[in-house]
């Protein structure tokens, strides 16, 4: 058990263009979660997949961002023409169900410049 | 709607102090609540969990408790070390949902 991994850890983009984070959860967990943090806030709930299904998508998740887990195992964050906004920590999270915490990865600091 | 605030903001203390960090949430419909530590620009850490059916938690120096009747949860800090330096988050559900809502955290320096 190595715990949930993200890559990129760091992630420097220009404005406009696309970009892509992957997230491989706990082997064993068969939820994954996507959350994003901008400096001095707590983190904010984006999207969670149980299995392959995306079960629910906060109103933070615009049109130009996208998730997918394909086989229910890792998972893909896409976001498409990026904005200055977009900057922040993105966090993926794993856990077996809800009554037993969430694991949370290193994250994915974006910048967009 | 699931609100949690933490009070308060920034924390500063010196060396062996022991202290509490206060978090109140809005909804008590909770599977558990749970809080964790962030060092700069890095991810979330574990650090305890309480189950809504639990009071307490306790994890070395630490101990957590839930009290779902007034929707407020403490974690205590004995004889603080300069290690503990970091902010602290704590983290409920909101209701019905698998969303796991956050504070904005405690920030806390300990001064050797």
């Known amino acids: 058990d190595t715990g949930v991994s993200q890559n990129p850890r760091h992630k420097i983009t220009k404005r406009g263009q696309n970009v892509t984070f992957r997230c491989d959860p706990i082997?064993?967990?068969?939820?994954l979660y996507w959350y994003r943090q901008t400096l001095g806030q707590g983190p904010e709930f984006l999207t969670y997949?149980?299995?392959?299904?995306?079960?629910?998508k906060s109103r933070l998740l615009s049109d130009r961002f996208s998730a997918e887990r394909p086989k229910g195992s890792f998972s893909t964050l896409e976001i498409q023409r990026t904005e200055q906004g977009d900057s922040a920590m993105y966090l993926c999270?794993?856990?077996?169900?809800?009554?037993?915490?969430?694991?949370f990865g290193s994250g994915t600091r974006l910048t967009v410049v | 709607k699931q609100e949690v605030t933490q009070i308060p903001a920034a924390l500063s203390v010196p060396e062996g102090e022991n202290l509490v960090l206060n978090c109140s949430f809005t909804d008590s419909a909770i599977y558990n609540l749970q809080w964790f530590r962030q060092d700069p620009g890095k991810g979330l850490t574990s650090l305890l969990l309480?189950?809504?059916?639990?009071r307490e938690q306790t994890s070395g120096r630490l101990n957590a408790s839930l009290d779902k009747s007034s929707g407020r949860s403490t974690l205590y800090i004995a004889a603080s070390q300069p290690g503990d330096s970091a902010t602290y988050l704590c983290a409920a559900h909101e209701g019905g949902s698998e969303k796991l809502v956050f504070g904005k955290g405690t920030k806390l320096t300990v001064n050797p």
């Open positions: 997949f149980q299995n392959e299904a995306q079960l629910e």
């Open positions: 999270a794993s856990s077996p169900a809800p009554l037993y915490g969430y694991t």
């Open positions: 082997s064993e967990h068969n939820r």
């Open positions: 309480i189950q809504s059916s639990q």
